[in-house]
C-alpha cells in the first residue's frame, strides 16, 4: 500500500517551453503532497507544500509563477514547470501523506528527471 | 536556519558486516523522524521512523536510535547485502511548520561483497 506513481519518468525538451508532471497517490488519498528537486549527488529541497483544494504553499525563493501547482483531487497533483530553461534541469520529486493512520512521513513517487536543452 | 546534517558522506561496508549511519539535528522542537533509502535514479524509499518520545525502534535488520541529549539519530543495518547499496537520508519533521520534512546531506553506503 501507500504507492506513489510519477509521470512522465523523465522528459526532455527545448528551452522556453513548458512541462506538466503528474504526481498520483495510487491506493490511498493524500491529504497533502509535497514537491521536492534534488540536484546529482545533494539532498531533497522542498519546492512546495500542496493541498487539495488550495493553494499551495512555496519555500522560500522558488518562484511560484514559474512552478505552478495544481491540486485537484485527492489523488493527483501537477507541477508545471513554465518557460523551462536549462538551469531547470533537475530531478523532480513528488510526495504524498495519507494512507497509514499516525504516520507523519511522506511516501515518495519514482522521480522525473527533467532535461531543458 | 536550522537542519540535519550528517557526519559521513560515504561509508563502504563488508557484504554481512554492520551498518551505522548517523545524523545530526539541529533543531530541538523536532518531534518526528524518519530514515529514507535512495537507489540511483529512484525516488526515496522509506525505512523505519522514531518519535521524539522513543530512544529506539527496531524493524527487520534495522534500527533506530535517538539520543535527544546530544541529538543524534542513527541507522543500523545488520548482516549489510548489497542490495543496501544506495544513499540513506535522515528527515527531521517540523511540526510546528506544517509537518514539513527537512533532509539532511544523505550518506552513500557501498556494500563491498
Known amino acids: 500500500g501507500a504507492v506513489v506513481s510519477q509521470h512522465p519518468s523523465w522528459v526532455i525538451c527545448k528551452s522556453g517551453t513548458s512541462v506538466k508532471i503528474e504526481c498520483r497517490s495510487l491506493?490511498?488519498?493524500?491529504?497533502?503532497m509535497f514537491w521536492y528537486r534534488q540536484f546529482p549527488k545533494q539532498s531533497l529541497m522542498l519546492m512546495a507544500t500542496?493541498?487539495?483544494?488550495?493553494?499551495?504553499?512555496?519555500e522560500q525563493g522558488v518562484e511560484k509563477d514559474k512552478f505552478l501547482i495544481n491540486h485537484a483531487s485527492l489523488t493527483l497533483s501537477t507541477l508545471t514547470v513554465t518557460s523551462a530553461h536549462p538551469e531547470d534541469s533537475s530531478f523532480y520529486i513528488c510526495?504524498?501523506?495519507?494512507?497509514?493512520?499516525?504516520?507523519?512521513?511522506?511516501?515518495f513517487g519514482p522521480g522525473t528527471r527533467l532535461t531543458v536543452l | 536556519g536550522e537542519s540535519v546534517g550528517l557526519h559521513l558522506p560515504t561509508l563502504s561496508v563488508q557484504e554481512g558486516d554492520n551498518s551505522i549511519i548517523n545524523c545530526a539535528y539541529s533543531?530541538?522542537?523536532?518531534?518526528?523522524f524518519i530514515w529514507y533509502k535512495q537507489e540511483s535514479g529512484k525516488g526515496p524509499q522509506f525505512i523505519i521512523d522514531?518519535?521524539?518520545?522513543?530512544d529506539k525502534r527496531q524493524g527487520q535488520r534495522v534500527t533506530v536510535l535517538l539520543n535527544k541529549t546530544v541529538k543524534h539519530l542513527s541507522l543500523q543495518i545488520a548482516a549489510t547485502q548489497p542490495g543496501d547499496s544506495a544513499v540513506y537520508f535522515c528527515?527531521?519533521?517540523?511540526?510546528?511548520?506544517?509537518?514539513?520534512?527537512?533532509f539532511g546531506g544523505g550518506t552513500r553506503v557501498l556494500v563491498k561483497p
Open positions: 500542496s493541498n487539495e483544494g488550495s493553494k499551495a504553499t512555496y
Open positions: 528527515a527531521e519533521n517540523q511540526g510546528a511548520a506544517g509537518n514539513k520534512l527537512t
Open positions: 533543531n530541538s522542537a523536532s518531534d518526528y
Open positions: 522514531i518519535r521524539s518520545n522513543m
Open positions: 510526495s504524498a501523506r495519507g494512507g497509514r493512520t499516525g504516520f507523519l512521513g511522506q511516501f
Open positions: 491506493d490511498f488519498q493524500a491529504t497533502t
